[in-house]
C-alpha cells in the first residue's frame, strides 16, 4: 500500500512540474508577444548607460542553471576576468541573452550549453555554444518573426516563433550583430556581438 501511494505521490508530481512548465512556456509566449507589439507600436524604449556585459550575462545565465539541471544539461559559463564596459540598455540586452540561452537549453536534448564573454576585434562577443538539435540550412530565415524550425516543431511544439527576432531586433538596435551557424560537432554556435561604444545606437 505504501509503494502505491509513493507512486501517486511521484505521478502527482510529475503533473505538476508539467504544468509548471507549461505555465512558464505560456508566461514566455505572451511576453514575447508584448515585446514585439511595443516594438511595433514604438514604445520599445531604450535606456542606455555603461554596463559590465561580462556581469551581465553571467547573471542571466545562471538564472538558468536549475532548468538546465533538469534537463540534466552541463550549463557552462565562462565569463571575462575583468568588467567589460559597453553603453547599452542593460534590461533589453539582458533579454536578448536570456532569449538565446532559453533557446539552447530548450533544443538540446543532452550534453551542454556553454555561454562565453570574450573580446575581438569589434568589441564584445558573447556566445551560446549548444549540443542540440543544430539548425538546418534555411538558417537565413532563423531570425525571421514567427520562423521555426521544422526540427524545432516536432522537438517543442509550443513557442512563439519570436524570441531570437525579437534577439536581432535589440541587438541591431544597440549596432551590433547575431550571427548564428551549425556546429561541426553538432548543435550551434549563436554569438552576440556589441561594439564598446555605442553613441550612435538609437534610442
Sequence with gaps: ESDQNLQVTTQQRDLIHRGAQRTDDLVKIVGDLLSVQSMTAGTFVYHFKSVDISALVEAAASSFSDRAQEKGLRLVIQKYPEPLMVECDQDKISLAIQNVIDNA???????????????????????????????????????????????????????????????????????????????????????????????????
Excluded: C, N, W
Design 105 to 203: 537549453i530548450l533544443y538540446t536534448k543532452e550534453g551542454s550549453v556553454r555561454v562565453t564573454v570574450s573580446e575581438d576585434e569589434h568589441g564584445v562577443a558573447v556566445s551560446v555554444a549548444d549540443t542540440g538539435i543544430g539548425i538546418a540550412e534555411d538558417r537565413q530565415h532563423l531570425f525571421e518573426r514567427f520562423y521555426r524550425g521544422v526540427e524545432a516543431v516536432k522537438m517543442h511544439t509550443d513557442g512563439s516563433g519570436l524570441g531570437l527576432f525579437i534577439v536581432k531586433k535589440i541587438i541591431d538596435d544597440h549596432g551590433g550583430s547575431v550571427t548564428a551557424e551549425p556546429l561541426p560537432e553538432g548543435g550551434t554556435l549563436v554569438t552576440v556581438r556589441l561594439r564598446r561604444k555605442q553613441q550612435d545606437a538609437r534610442a
